[in-house]
Structure formats: C-alpha cells, structure tokens
Nanobody
Framework: AVQLVESGGGSVQVGGSLRLSCAATGLSGTSNCMAWFRQAPGQERVGVASIYTRRSSTHYADSVKGRFTISQDPAKNTVYLQLDNVKPDDTAMYYC?????????????WGQGIQVTVYS
C-alpha cells in the first residue's frame, strides 16, 4: 500500500522558518508529481505548491509566492516545503499529496496531515 508520511511541523514565530518533509512509500516507481495543500479551521483545503518531476516545474499559490519553496528528491519519492517569513495566515493543517508514476497527474495519494501554527 502507498503511504505518505509528513514530518517537520510545529509552532513557529511570525517571520520565522520551518521545513516540512513528506516521504511516499509503496509506489511502483517515481511519483510524477507531488504537492502540498493546507486547510485552516473552518476553511476548505487549498493547494499551496506543487512540483512535476518530468518537467521539473513548480507552481505556487499567490499567497505563498516568494516565501515558500517546494523541492523534491525523486529517487526517494520525497517532497519538501520550506516555509520562510511565515505569517499568522499560514497556520493550518498541511497535507502532502502524490501522483502515481507517469503519466498519471492526479493526486491519488494523501498523507494524514501535519499541523503548522504561527504565533506572534
């Protein structure tokens, strides 16, 4: 079975940094795409950043552009999210998602989520 395990969450002060990691195991090959989503209390889950292995392309939500950086280690099916200059609005449960190997582009697999809390 495919499993995604997130790590690195916690509490961070406004303006600080945090690095999230997510390792996907059980895939039959290299994931074609990986991403981070987040859900704040009372709000819908939204995409934060995504990365596509074959094209080496990244995409970011406008709210995090210039502050968050997504990267991956394709050989390990691991994706990272570097959060810099965090704001209170970044407080949310962060979820990792992954695609099956190419040519799949749907995020079929999800982690359990990890909490990020930004305090002033």
């Amino acid at each position: 079975a495919v499993q995604l395990v997130e790590s690195g969450g916690g509490s961070v002060q406004v303006g600080g940094s945090l690095r999230l990691s997510c390792a996907a195991t059980g895939l039959s090959g290299t994931s074609n795409c990986m991403a981070w989503f987040r859900q704040a209390p009372g709000q819908e889950r939204v995409g934060v950043a995504s990365i596509y292995t074959r094209r080496s392309s990244t995409h970011y939500a406008d709210s995090v552009k210039g502050r968050f950086t997504i990267s991956q280690d394709p050989a390990k099916n691991t994706v990272y999210l570097q959060l810099d200059n965090v704001k209170p609005d970044d407080t949310a449960m962060y979820y990792c998602a992954a695609c099956a190997p190419a040519p799949r582009t749907d995020f079929d697999y999800w982690g359990q989520g990890i909490q990020v809390t930004v305090y002033s």
